[in-house]
């Protein structure tokens, strides 16, 4: 059984919440719930009629449900925010707040398959739930489809390379732990930057199996529809990917293109940036490691 001991510190707690502007009174929504540390914050600064909504997809995190009638969990994909929060009544919201990756806890689990650490069965799903896991990537993917999950999520320039050792070594034998792959992908792994390209590669299959880029772009656009005018979006993003995908729809409201511009050449945007990018100090590195490659964007409803 999991406890509330398995999971680490909030990453940039403080300046998350801050940044969603609370009111006493409001509604809220913490999209990844995991630990529950975020969420017990912005509970610390809601009244008797205020309300909070978590999400969390991992069934580890619902054993740290908070016990106040303030608070719901809802046990599914934050992709589905707007059509449970209707479930329950809710079709506007004043804030939002995602701290996107994979928790302190899932890293943590060997049998998960998240974390270069351990050997493990290939897994690495947020979920149980869901039908695709890594062990299908490795052992099931075209050459082709392979090399676009490490080249796109991974940013690997050696992709096609890595796709072809993938599917030479699976014809011998199935690919089926954590280590069997690290071998078979030995040489693309020089001792000087084995841990760096070994986490883009299990960053570029895990994204893959949970469709990561997919549900952070349909979590953005309901976001936008859910907020009322002058509710926040508090962002925490790991990786490059992520970031780019939340700097653009903050900047302007699009994921690829340019927003129309009238016949003087303005264009209008749904979102007002709030600060500057946040990330963690030296002091918060050092307790969290998790926290080193944090980046905040916080953005505000027109």
Same mark, same amino acid.
């Given at each position: 059984?999991?406890?509330k001991m +398995? ?10 919440v801050d $940044?969603l502007?609370?009111n006493p009174s409001g509604i ?16 610390? !600064? ?6 909070l909504?978590g999400f ?6 619902w %054993?740290n449900?908070?016990p106040d009638?303030? =608070?719901?969990l809802? *046990? %599914?994909?934050?992709?589905y ?5 209707r479930f329950?009544?809710?079709k506007s919201?004043d $804030?939002?707040?995602?701290d ?5 806890? *899932? =890293?943590?689990v060997?049998?998960r ?6 050997d ?6 947020m979920s149980?739930k ?6 299908k990537?490795?052992n099931q993917?075209?050459?082709?489809n392979?090399?676009r999950?490490?080249l796109?999520?991974g940013?690997?320039k050696?992709?096609?390379?890595i796709?072809?050792?993938?599917? %030479?070594?699976?014809?011998?034998a199935?690919?089926? /732990?954590?280590?069997?792959l690290?071998?078979?992908?030995e !040489? =693309?792994?020089?001792e000087r ?12 299959i ?6 990561e880029?997919?549900?952070? /772009?349909?979590?953005? #656009?309901?976001?936008l529809?859910?907020l009322?005018p ?8 790991y990786?490059?990917?992520? +970031?780019?995908?939340? /700097?653009? =729809? ?5 994921? #690829?293109?340019e927003? %129309?511009r ?13 600060g ?5 100090? +030296? ?16 953005a505000?409803?027109k």
């Amino acid at each position: 059984m999991t406890t509330k001991m +398995d999971y680490h510190n909030p990453v940039l707690l403080k300046e998350t919440v801050d $940044g969603l502007n609370i009111n006493p009174s409001g509604i809220y929504v913490d999209v990844t719930f995991g630990g529950g540390g975020h969420s017990k914050e912005i509970l610390s !600064r809601l009244n008797a009629d205020g309300k909070l909504f978590g999400f969390d997809q991992d069934e580890d995190a619902w %054993e740290n449900a908070l016990p106040d009638e303030r =608070f719901i969990l809802i *046990q %599914e994909n934050f992709r589905y925010i707007k059509r449970f929060l209707r479930f329950h009544n809710i079709k506007s919201v004043d $804030g939002i707040l995602a701290d996107l990756g994979v928790s302190s806890h *899932q =890293f943590d689990v060997p049998e998960r398959g998240f974390s270069t650490r351990f050997d493990a069965d290939l897994d690495m799903r947020m979920s149980k739930k869901n039908e695709l896991n890594a062990h299908k990537i490795i052992n099931q993917y075209d050459e082709a489809n392979l090399k676009r999950v490490f080249l796109d999520y991974g940013e690997l320039k050696n992709a096609s390379a890595i796709a072809r050792v993938i599917i %030479e070594a699976r014809e011998l034998a199935p690919i089926d /732990k954590t280590d069997e792959l690290k071998q078979v992908l030995e !040489r =693309f792994l020089p001792e000087r930057v084995r841990n760096k390209v070994l986490a883009q590669m299990y960053q570029a299959i895990r994204i893959e199996v949970n469709k990561e880029m997919d549900v952070l /772009k349909e979590f953005l #656009e309901q976001s936008l529809e859910l907020l009322k005018p002058e509710g926040r979006l508090s962002v925490i993003s790991y990786h490059s990917l992520e +970031d780019r995908l939340v /700097k653009r =729809f903050i900047k302007n409201g699009m994921f #690829e293109g340019e927003p %129309e511009r009238d016949f003087f050449g303005n264009f209008s945007v749904p979102f007002k940036t709030i600060g500057k990018l946040i990330i963690p100090s +030296d002091a918060e590195i050092k307790i969290n490691n998790r926290a080193r490659s944090a980046k905040l964007r916080i953005a505000e409803k027109k």
